[in-house]
């Protein structure tokens, strides 16, 4: 039975792929999508759900972008933990080949980072989301990092959520 999936299109439920990716453009932002199948087949309902989440990526991304933000600053999971080990291993002129803006890198090159952690998160970027639509452990994944040297970082925060969007928790991945 085809069934037609925001960004994916028609894909035949009843005889489904391992893996299916590809790469959209999510606010203005690039950022890779895959879907992930355990078992060979599912049903309308799970169909539908995953049909919804593909529908409110936009949202979800809002809101696993402030789930990291609360994260960070109640410093109540990985965030905190994260960004603190980034810094460590970062120098100033790495934390300034962040910046596109040419104002802004100006500024920081005349009087330095203010708040370096804070930069940091803000430099976060969405790079991937991952669905699991009948995996018992999560629904979906979203993969934060930022780019060094044009190239994105192997240490990754990954917001987990529910099939409605409500993140659950973050971890440190590398």
Same mark, same amino acid.
């Given at each position: 039975?085809?069934?037609?999936?925001?960004?994916? &299109?028609?894909? *035949?439920?009843?005889?489904?792929?391992?893996y299916y990716s590809l790469d959209?453009?999510? %606010?203005?932002?690039?950022?890779?999508?895959?879907?992930?199948?355990?078992? !060979? +087949?599912?049903?309308?309902?799970? +169909?539908?759900?995953? $049909?919804?989440?593909?529908?409110?990526?936009?949202?979800?991304?809002?809101?696993?972008?402030?789930?990291? =933000?609360?994260?960070?600053?109640?410093?109540? &999971?990985?965030? $905190?933990? =994260?960004?603190?080990?980034?810094?460590?291993?970062?120098?100033? +002129?790495?934390?300034?080949?962040?910046?596109?803006?040419?104002?802004?890198? +100006?500024?920081?090159?005349?009087? &330095?980072?203010?708040d370096r952690s804070v930069y940091?998160?803000?430099?976060?970027? %969405?790079?991937?989301? &991952?669905?699991?639509?009948?995996?018992?452990?999560?629904?979906?994944?979203?993969?934060?990092?930022?780019?060094?040297?044009?190239?994105?970082? *192997?240490?990754?925060?990954? /917001?987990?959520?529910? $099939?409605?969007? /409500?993140? !659950?928790?973050?971890?440190?991945?590398?």
């Amino acid at each position: 039975m085809l069934y037609n999936f925001p960004y994916f &299109g028609d894909i *035949n439920i009843s005889d489904l792929e391992e893996y299916y990716s590809l790469d959209i453009t999510l %606010l203005e932002k690039p950022v890779s999508i895959d879907m992930n199948f355990i078992e !060979q +087949a599912i049903d309308q309902t799970l +169909a539908n759900t995953t $049909h919804t989440f593909l529908e409110n990526l936009a949202l979800y991304r809002e809101q696993t972008n402030k789930y990291i =933000y609360q994260d960070f600053f109640e410093r109540a &999971g990985e965030t $905190h933990p =994260y960004i603190t080990d980034m810094l460590e291993e970062l120098e100033d +002129a790495d934390l300034l080949n962040m910046e596109d803006d040419p104002a802004k890198k +100006a500024q920081y090159e005349r009087n &330095g980072f203010d708040d370096r952690s804070v930069y940091l998160l803000q430099k976060l970027q %969405l790079k991937r989301i &991952g669905l699991y639509p009948d995996s018992d452990d999560y629904f979906a994944i979203f993969d934060y990092t930022f780019d060094l040297d044009g190239s994105p970082c *192997n240490q990754v925060l990954v /917001v987990i959520t529910d $099939h409605r969007g /409500v993140p !659950q928790q973050v971890d440190w991945e590398s």
